[in-house]
């Protein structure tokens, strides 16, 4: 869709477009004998012409005849811009004169580039029918019901003459009616270019403007004799000017340059396409002078469609095809070079159709020559005739003819279906597609299909992607890395992705060089004809720039192709800098390499840049649904932040949302067929995905959604409540906490081994071998067993020997205390103990130095040094990540800086009170402290059902606060200070005038006003005085009763404004954060409720200040045993090949499932019936 430039835009166009396009003017007067002298044969009159043109007397008495190169000469075009048609819409058309001589290739690319009008998929440039004679009925429909429509089917552009008369007026009614009916967000739009003789033009002065028209007003009216108003209805208009006035035909030599420059460009972005834009040429009508327009095309190999009975040339060319045999050729005995040429008999039934069809024509002979011509070249030429057919079939017949033509040019070992699928592919035409050429009558090999599938995914084209992939062509063997590389190089300059990987390509070069937005400045001229993508700024793109996924995902997965460049375990930025060139500069062996998993890389390529269409049948082939649509959110919604059209970042907002629903209804389905199945499916590593899970993935997407489902709050459920039954009551845990051998008794109730297997006997019908489904039951039920977790390895062997079984005292008490709930509670009732300590060291055993801290602050002490260890523990020795992953990711969380604030205000506290001259400081620092700490609280209650959505609103309500503040901030500054200054003509004291600006208005908010101070006719007990020098010594300065009564507007004014107006403001907002946050509590308490459980999932058993010893048993298990983890795999489950094959094809089945019912629904929809209905 073409879109019109910005002012920017055509200032700049306005420096250079003058000097490059030219006009023609006539400079030497050849006399028109017709005249009598007062007209030149270029058709203008002698005053018209410049006194050089009039004075060259000798060299025009031997001239004859009137030349447009010979007698004209070229200067800067005064007539380009917009133009407006009065009395129309307010769309402004381009327009541009031009010399006959002009470069095509300019103009191409100022249409393309400049004029933003669409690279076209097919041309069709209309000949014929010009002057005023009444076109018929059927060949109106022809063009209303047929050309136009299919041109928009192909995207094409329509040539014509672009005037309101004959053909072309005919042509712009019906591009204007498609344009009504079209829907607003149609894909192609028809672009109708108008290319006619400067010199025809009616009223043309009103284009006229050497500085150009930006835009020109041009009225309609009726014409004289030799010229012919614009239409309307064009998009572009070229003025080819040969410096003639009112004489047809000297467009015909540019315009057939122009074809064939376009009929050697590549269809596609940047040219990207498989093919040429293929040219058509469509004869209807027309007089005598068209002949040698069709013989100059076809010399060009243009092919040609006559649309017969359109009446003149078109009947002509129609019987001499189809009536008129070829007869065998002879060798003329006049012709010294031997070539060839026609039979007599042949020359003598051309002559005698010139003679039935043109009887007044004065050279027949020049007639049957061109006829002749066109002959020789009559397998480029086909015949239509559009009144008995119906023109609701016109692409086809486009199709055929296109079709024909190249098979006379293309080699003989080209596929003979290459063609007509390259001429679909490049009109999106997937129905003619299927039903030509898709039909089962041929065998496509993988080399037939391979080139046009690189252009079906570059040029967004996914359900040719879909029947490609179904009809021959194996992703596995396209899908290598080179393969990749050419995508990410196709990527538009518009999109938010050229961006990022140009980024990260400065980067690897080693510059700084800033990259230019997507609405960046017209190209020079001189460089329009010298662009090629090969040599464009996407050439070096290479796979270390596809990993702008790192930018995106962040420390959720491992960096992404790093196996494939050889980057495993090199961590410094530096070395993998230095690396990636060396590699890049040898041989790239990478590029031949295969896709282990050809779909997802497919599908990150056409989410980033924002395909929905593309990157959902993309999903669809993945084997990893759910991890990949939850991908696909995170990725969409990391865009989002970034994009700066707002119309795109609504699209990306939406397609996230869609990708989030799926991975919801897929894990459903997944949940519903077999419930610890899909607990596998949550906490499997993903190799394809960087090593995450699908949980991992969710909570870094912020899929609120896909966390509210029964199955992952289930999942979450069992693995806080670990070997317990989840409707242990809470007072049971207490007394069990307090006197630890009550876990013996049956106080709480503890799931067995058995119970959990007869559980998952319930859980639906085995679809695997039942020893396949054993193992995986074995493996689902011991991740979640405390009690034996020593003795779990990640990889079941198919001989499973179950481990030896513990003795029942070890094994409860490690079933109690091992699950995360104990440690929750462990932590809150130590915490609590911990704050009472410390309030307990503040008020009552805070000691002065020398004489040292007392007992209980040495406790104290030693209690945060333990939190200290906690916290690095969770920071440093948690994950495979390294120190900076695992850094940023700590400090990414709100809570953990609560924390880091909290222990360094301690820590500073501690040190400051060791000394004399800096305990009261250091004592004011642990007061803050101990503040931060006691806020830390509100942490806790996040797994509560009922608090964790109230912490969630108070969070955004303090962002409204700060809001609310910068209003508040304003009036305060305004008022305090106009206030301290009527009231007090002099005040040096800073203390005191900083106290009555900022301090004394905010206490005003609440009531507290001192009337007596601000009203002087109240008393005010204070003692004062207007003494100078007493007042710089620090006395009270007596108040100024000039212009007290505009005091006391100012308070009223200021109390409306802010105790009225503002604070309702902000209760307006803190009631529409509640109402937004209340209305989905349940979702936003399970999203959090999940990292609460992670947390303390990883935390040891005890809570500080005992969970010193847990850290000496973790060192030592760790550090001097080499005893792996094995509670991370509740979390991260770590599955074989064979296992992970299996997990995965259940996965695809169930997707499968979803998809048919989800189609199922989508097919009863009443839009669906309606539109089964129109298409019947």
């Not at 084997?623 to 991908?631: G, I, Q």
Request: glycine share 6%; charged share 25%; net charge neutral.
């Amino acid at each position: 869709v073409w879109k019109k430039p910005d002012q920017n835009c055509w200032k700049s166009l306005q420096a250079w477009i003058a000097k490059i396009f030219k006009k023609r003017t006539c400079t030497t007067f050849v006399e028109d004998s017709f005249s009598n002298g007062a007209l030149c044969q270029c058709g203008r009159e002698r005053e018209a012409h410049s006194t050089v043109a009039l004075g060259d007397c000798f060299g025009t008495a031997i001239v004859n005849r009137w030349d447009s190169g010979q007698h004209s000469s070229e200067y800067p075009t005064d007539a380009f811009g917009e133009v407006q048609f009065a009395g129309a819409s307010k769309r402004h058309t381009q327009f541009l004169r031009l010399s006959c001589d002009t470069q095509p290739s300019l103009v191409y690319n100022l249409m393309t580039i400049h004029w933003h009008l669409p690279a076209p998929n097919l041309v069709v440039s209309v000949v014929g029918g010009e002057g005023r004679a009444k076109v018929k009925t059927w060949v109106r429909e022809v063009l209303r019901q047929g050309l136009v429509k299919a041109s928009q089917r192909a995207g094409a552009w329509i040539l014509t003459t672009g005037l309101r008369e004959g053909i072309g007026r005919c042509v712009g009614v019906a591009v204007r009616d498609h344009a009504t009916a079209a829907s607003s967000d149609s894909l192609n739009k028809v672009v109708a270019v108008g290319i006619s003789p400067w010199g025809l033009v009616h009223q043309k002065d009103q284009l006229v403007k050497s500085q150009g028209s930006f835009p020109a007003r041009y009225f309609v009216q009726n014409p004289v004799r030799d010229s012919c108003c614009l239409d309307k209805n064009y998009q572009a208009f070229l003025l080819v000017d040969d410096g003639s006035e009112g004489r047809r035909g000297g467009d015909t030599v540019f315009r057939t340059k122009l074809e064939d420059y376009i009929s050697h460009q590549r269809t596609g972005i940047w040219g990207s396409g498989t093919i040429n834009i293929p040219v058509l040429c469509m004869l209807i009508s027309g007089d005598p002078n068209n002949l040698e327009r069709v013989d100059l095309s076809l010399k060009n190999s243009m092919p040609w469609l006559v649309l017969a009975g359109s009446g003149g040339l078109a009947d002509f060319l129609t019987d001499l095809l189809e009536n008129v045999s070829s007869a065998p050729v002879f060798t003329s005995a006049s012709e010294s070079d031997g070539e060839p040429g026609p039979s007599v008999d042949l020359r003598e039934k051309v002559a005698e159709r010139v003679k039935k069809h043109f009887p007044a024509e004065p050279e027949p002979d020049k007639l049957v020559e061109r006829a002749l011509s066109i002959y020789q070249s009559r397998d480029l030429i086909s015949i239509h005739h559009g009144e008995q057919e119906s023109p609701t079939d016109f692409d086809t017949v486009l199709l055929r003819t296109l079709v024909g033509a190249s098979k006379q040019r293309s080699s003989v070992e080209a596929s003979p279906y290459n063609e007509e699928l390259k001429l679909a592919v490049a009109w999106n035409r997937v129905d003619i597609a299927k039903s030509e050429l898709f039909n089962g009558d041929i065998e496509w090999r993988y080399e037939d299909l391979e080139e046009s599938m690189t252009d079906v995914l570059i040029n967004d084209k996914p359900q040719f992607v879909q029947l490609f992939t179904e009809n021959g062509l194996d992703i596995m063997r396209y899908m290598t890395y080179g393969r990749l590389e050419q995508l990410y190089r196709s990527v538009e300059e518009s999109t938010l992705l050229y961006q990022l990987l140009q980024r990260r390509l400065a980067v690897r070069l080693g510059t700084t060089t800033v990259v230019p937005p997507a609405a960046s400045e017209p190209k020079s001229p001189s460089k329009l004809t010298e662009e090629n993508l090969e040599s464009g700024p996407m050439a070096d793109i290479t796979i270390f720039e596809v990993r702008v996924l790192d930018l995106l995902l962040g420390d959720i997965c491992q960096p992404f192709y790093h196996d494939v460049l050889g980057l495993n375990g090199i961590s410094s930025r530096r070395r993998v800098l230095k690396r990636v060139c060396k590699l890049l500069r040898d041989n790239r062996s990478y590029v031949t390499k295969r896709c282990p998993e050809p779909w997802a890389p497919l599908f990150i390529w056409a989410v980033l840049q924002n395909r929905s269409e593309m990157a959902t049948f993309f999903w669809e082939m993945t084997e990893e649904s759910v991890l990949a649509a939850l991908s696909g959110c995170k990725i969409l919604r990391e865009m989002s932040k970034l994009e700066v059209e707002t119309e795109i970042q609504l699209s990306m907002k939406e397609l996230a949302q869609t990708f989030e629903s799926q991975a919801n209804g897929v894990y459903s389905t997944c949940y519903r067929n077999d419930e610890n199945r899909s607990f596998d499916l949550l906490i499997r590593k993903s190799p394809v995905w960087g090593g995450t899970t699908c949980l991992q993935m969710g909570m870094g997407a912020d899929a609120r959604l896909f966390f509210s489902h029964d199955g992952v709050q289930s999942l979450l459920s069992k693995i806080w409540w670990g070997d317990m039954k989840r409707d242990t009551a809470l007072w049971k845990l207490l007394l069990t906490f307090f006197c630890p051998f009550l876990c013996y008794s049956n106080l709480i109730s503890f799931r067995e081994k058995s119970d959990q297997q007869e559980e998952e006997e319930r859980d639906g019908e085995e679809e695997l071998s039942g020893r396949e489904s054993t193992l995986i039951d074995i493996q689902t039920s011991l991740v979640f067993m405390f009690s034996i977790c020593l003795f779990f390895t990640p990889d079941v062997p198919e001989q499973y020997i179950p481990p030896p079984p513990r003795p029942f005292i070890l094994s409860r008490w490690r079933q109690f205390w091992c699950a995360p709930v104990t440690s929750f509670l462990g932590n809150v009732l130590m915490y609590f103990l911990f704050l009472i300590l410390y309030a307990y060291v503040l008020l009552l055993d805070f000691t002065r130095p020398p004489a040292g801290p007392a007992i209980s602050e040495y406790v104290l002490y030693f209690w945060v040094f333990t939190m200290v260890c906690e916290e690095i523990r969770e920071t440093f020795f948690i994950g495979m990540m390294t120190w900076r992953q695992t850094f940023r990711v700590y400090i990414q969380d709100v809570w953990n800086r609560f924390d880091l604030l909290a222990i360094t205000l301690f820590i500073l506290g501690t040190i400051g009170r060791l000394f004399s001259w800096t305990h009261e400081l250091g004592r004011d620092i642990l007061c803050v402290s101990f503040m931060v700490f006691t806020l830390r609280l509100i942490h806790i209650f996040a797994i509560h059902k009922e608090l964790g959505p109230k912490i969630i609103i108070v969070g955004k309500m303090v962002k409204d606060v700060f809001f609310f503040l910068f209003f508040l901030g304003v009036w305060i500054m305004a008022y305090g200070v106009a206030n301290q200054a009527l009231l007090y003509s002099y005040d040096p004291a800073l203390d005191r005038v900083f106290r009555r600006v900022f301090y004394r208005p905010y206490l005003h908010i609440y009531g507290q006003i001192p009337v007596e101070e601000v009203d002087v006719k109240k008393k005010w007990d204070v003692q004062c005085t207007d003494n100078r020098t007493l007042i710089e010594e620090g006395a009270e300065p007596c108040r100024s009763s000039f212009s007290n009564w505009l005091v006391v507007t100012l308070l009223i004014i200021y109390l409306l404004v802010t105790n009225i107006l503002l604070i309702n403001l902000l209760i307006a907002m803190f009631s529409n954060t509640f109402n937004e946050v209340q209305a989905n509590s349940e979702s936003y308490w399970k999203f959090q409720r999940y990292s609460l459980i992670v947390q303390y999932h990883s935390k040891p058993s005890l809570a500080p200040p005992f969970i010193i010893l847990s850290h000496i048993n973790l060192f030592i298990k760790r550090k001097i045993r080499n005893v792996p983890s094995v509670k991370v795999q509740h979390f991260v489950l770590k599955l074989s090949r064979k296992e992970a094959n299996r997990l995965m094809t259940w996965e695809t089945i169930q997707k499968e499932d979803f998809l048919s019912a989800q189609n199922k629904i989508q097919k009863s929809t009443d839009s669906e019936r309606l539109k089964r209905m129109s298409v019947k």
